[in-house]
């Protein structure tokens, strides 16, 4: 039962351009989410996150959206680099703590 | 900033070894996680900790156990491992309520 789904595999962007990933989750009980980034041969490092009690959460180029009713959450980078390209994972969980993720999207920006 | 450090990048074992995977972390945190990360299934939850001496299981605990002795380290171990335990295993930390830091992992392959 995958509870957090990232349907897209793999994404193309061109550099400048915005970048969107996308994520459902399943679990209605999830009140936090997350998104992480992960270079290779490198662990996942922390993006960006949103409470339940929010629809939006922008840092800087990242900005996430949670669809409750959907129960959908995307993020979007813009404008997009080069350094940008990695794989992008999406969790959610009731807390920070334990997490269910998504299988994660390779993002690639094209020069 | 954060340290979380594993001991191993790679590992090669056989059939039937008995598999230690050490993490130890430099921020005093509570909390304490060993995830494995496969193509097609994200990061899947093994085992967790909120303190000394206590550990939780997550969502694929079978065949794995764990050890917290000590704040600062967490074990993952393999009692007897075997080909389907081939991968990417990740341990985390965090601080009450905070986003996981990670390590960069340990790269394990059975034969």
């Known amino acids: 039962d995958q509870q957090v789904k990232q349907n897209s595999p793999s994404l193309s962007v061109q550099e400048g351009r915005i970048s969107i990933l996308n994520c459902d989750y399943t679990?209605?009980?999830?009140?936090?989410f997350l998104w992480y980034k992960k270079y290779p041969a490198e662990g996942p490092t922390f993006l960006i996150s949103i409470s339940s009690i929010k629809d939006k959460n922008e840092d800087g180029r990242f900005t996430v959206f949670l669809n409750k009713s959907a129960k959908h959450l995307s993020l979007h980078i813009v404008p997009s680099q080069p350094g940008d390209s990695a794989v992008y994972f999406c969790a959610g969980g009731q807390g920070a703590q334990k997490l269910v993720f998504g299988q994660g999207t390779r993002l690639t920006i094209n020069p | 900033d954060v340290k979380v450090t594993q001991s191993s990048r790679y590992l090669v074992k056989r059939t039937g070894e008995k598999v230690f995977l050490e993490c130890v972390q430099d921020m005093d945190h509570e909390n304490m996680f060993w995830y494995r990360q496969d193509p097609g299934l994200g990061l899947r939850l093994i085992y967790f900790?909120?303190?000394?001496?206590?550990?939780e299981k997550g969502d694929i605990p079978e065949g794995y156990s764990v050890s917290r002795e000590k704040k600062e380290r967490f074990s993952l171990i393999l009692e007897s491992a075997s080909t389907n335990q081939t991968s990417m295993y990740l341990c985390?930390?965090?601080?009450?309520?905070?986003?996981?830091?990670f390590g960069n992992g340990t790269r394990l392959t059975v034969t």
């Open positions: 900790s909120y303190d000394v001496k206590m550990k």
């Open positions: 679990n209605s009980m999830f009140d936090y």
């Open positions: 985390a930390s965090s601080f009450a309520q905070g986003p996981l830091h």
